[in-house]
């Protein structure tokens, strides 16, 4: 069953439409990944999803209910949140404040504890410096703490930019490992992803943006068999 649908999505950067009526779904308990190259549409999808957009047409539906009705901080409520690009994480803040931020959400402090006790399960690191500021840790670091303080909201669904940009290719392994433990423990996943062969082995399914239109989708299997996406994404 879709938890996230979106249906005929036109957004428009001023009088510029970047996004030319997108049609997308993401069923429960899946990893879905958006391949294209930059300026495709890729970011401005999510932030569609989120509410930090706002298409000019069309529909998004999150766990039956209309999002396009609610502002942004209402979708979070809605069980939605966002790893950004670039992490934005708060450099003058510690990591143990970074990821209490990510909980403004949850009414349940016993539950945020228990989330958070799992995100320092999930990445040792990031407990080994829950006191240090967000500011003085590596590329590396500053993703895991982005995705954690994304998963302290508790959310179903979780939106993923670019979340290897410019991490070494062990680290990158490390942290697509993680991604799919989170998934296995029960959270949605749609990721954006330029690293496209770690993203597709990931996911369950893909689609293929070019120039803010959907030009394929299929299994993340056969993505990575077709010849077309081997010669533009995989270095075939």
Not at 74 to 79: I, P, S
Not at 200 to 218: F, I, N, P, S, W
Request: with cysteine; proline share 4%; hydrophobic share 45%.
């Amino acid at each position: 069953m879709a938890l996230l649908t979106l249906s005929n999505i036109h957004v428009r950067y001023g009088s510029v439409e970047v996004l030319h009526g997108i049609d997308l779904h993401v069923d429960e308990g899946e990893i879905v990944t958006i391949l294209g190259a930059n300026g495709a549409g890729k970011s401005t999808t999510l932030l569609s999803i989120s509410g930090l957009v706002r298409p000019c047409e069309g529909e998004i539906i999150f766990d039956g209910k209309p999002l396009l009705k609610y502002p942004s901080h209402e979708v979070v409520n809605l069980g939605i949140a966002q790893s950004p690009e670039g992490r934005r994480v708060f450099g003058v803040l510690t990591v143990l404040e970074n990821l209490r931020l990510g909980a403004f959400t949850v009414g349940d402090k016993e539950k945020a504890e228990q989330t958070l006790d799992w995100i320092f399960d999930l990445f040792p690191r990031l407990h080994e410096r829950k006191d240090q500021l967000a500011g003085t840790l590596s590329g590396g670091e500053q993703q895991m703490l982005a995705i954690g303080r994304a998963l302290m909201g508790q959310p179903k669904l979780l939106l993923l930019d670019e979340p290897s940009l410019g991490l070494a290719p062990l680290l990158v392994k490390s942290i697509f490992e993680t991604i799919r433990a989170i998934n296995q423990s029960g959270v949605t996943i749609l990721i954006v992803e330029q690293n496209a062969r770690a993203a597709l082995k990931l996911a369950t399914r893909g689609y293929v943006l070019e120039l803010g239109r959907v030009v394929m989708e299929d299994t993340a299997a056969h993505l990575l068999a077709n010849p077309s996406i081997q010669e533009a994404y995989l270095g075939a």
